[in-house]
């Protein structure tokens, strides 16, 4: 049954044109990127994110998101660069409503999640889009096969057994089969963030967030979670938008870098055009500052 209980997102307060039409912003959208991305384009295929003049204002004033427009098309993977307090972690959590967006649409499959939606309709739309965090986020009470299965069991109804069936599967993915009844302090920092990933797999959504997901490890523990995820853009067929300072990972996997300052996309492009040729000043300033 529906929730009747309402988010109410105060949208469109701003000067900001509705959506466009769905076949129409396709279009638009497909002409944009196609010399920006290496992502193969099906015939008529629609972006699965669709963010127009997104605005993000916290407390009335601070206005984090000033103006970002940006379009993934599906099983892209896209990597998101820029220093600190640019507003990449907002983007994202505005991508999932963890944030209310202020203003601008953001659709997802062509359905627009800005404005008033159900309860329920959030739901809906968070289980199709798994979310990776800095800091892991398990519960440590569970073991890493626990922490896997309680989504499924919980949020997608599964049975006991199919869940668990699911979760060896994923923690096998990742490397980590062996640990699968150890609880998150008995894990290395890149063994969690690998059940973090598992977990957010295992719930087979259509797409996956990450934000910084090796921000918070030792060096020696990066490698095995980002070999992880390149296994996954390269034969998961899902859709990746990874907020990273992993260069080499975003020049090697990445379909498009996108480079966020200020609130806004200041340049996107493949990774050879972004990190060999970038087009604005800032852009080079921040991979110069960076190697
Ligand atoms: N809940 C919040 N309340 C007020 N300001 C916030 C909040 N969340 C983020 N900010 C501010 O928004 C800016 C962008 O933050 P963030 O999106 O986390 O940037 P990034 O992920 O690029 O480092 C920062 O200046 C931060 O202090
Ligand atoms: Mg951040």
């Not at 990450?210 to 060096?219: H, I, R, W």
């Not at 390149?230 to 300072?245: C, N």
Request: proline share 5%.
């Amino acid at each position: 049954m529906l929730s009747k209980k309402r988010m109410h997102l105060p949208n469109n307060t701003h000067d900001v044109p509705p959506a466009l039409d769905a076949e129409e912003a396709a279009r638009a959208a497909h002409e944009r990127d196609k010399s920006l991305t290496k992502h193969h384009f099906e015939p008529h295929e629609h972006p699965c994110v669709r963010i127009e003049h997104l605005v993000k204002t916290f407390d009335g004033e601070t206005q984090v998101l000033t103006d970002v427009n940006l379009t993934v098309w599906p099983g892209e993977v896209v990597c998101v660069l820029g220093p600190s307090g640019s507003g990449k972690s907002t983007m994202l959590r505005c991508i999932n409503l963890l944030e209310t967006p202020t203003a601008g649409h953001i659709l997802i499959e062509d359905k627009e999640i800005t404005g008033h939606l159900l309860q329920a309709e959030v739901n809906k739309l968070r289980q199709n889009l798994g979310m990776v965090f800095q800091s892991f986020n398990l519960f440590p009470h569970l073991t890493a096969k626990g922490n896997v299965m309680i989504g499924q069991t919980k949020v997608l109804k599964k049975s006991k057994e199919e869940a668990e069936a699911e979760a060896l599967k994923q923690l096998e993915a990742v490397g980590l089969l062996d640990r699968a009844d150890y609880k998150p302090a008995q894990l290395s920092g890149g063994q969690q963030q690998r059940v973090a990933i598992a977990r957010a797999v295992a719930m087979h959504p259509d797409i996956i967030l990450f934000d910084e997901p090796t921000s918070a490890l030792d060096p020696e523990l990066v490698r095995g979670v980002l070999d992880v995820m390149r296994r996954l853009a390269e034969h998961g067929g899902m859709t990746m938008i990874v907020v990273t300072h992993e260069m080499g990972f975003a020049r090697e996997v990445a379909d498009r870098v996108v480079f966020m300052e200020g609130g806004v996309v200041v340049e996107q492009g493949t990774p050879e055009q972004v990190f060999d040729n970038p087009q604005h000043k800032r852009t080079a300033e921040f991979l110069g500052s960076i190697d």
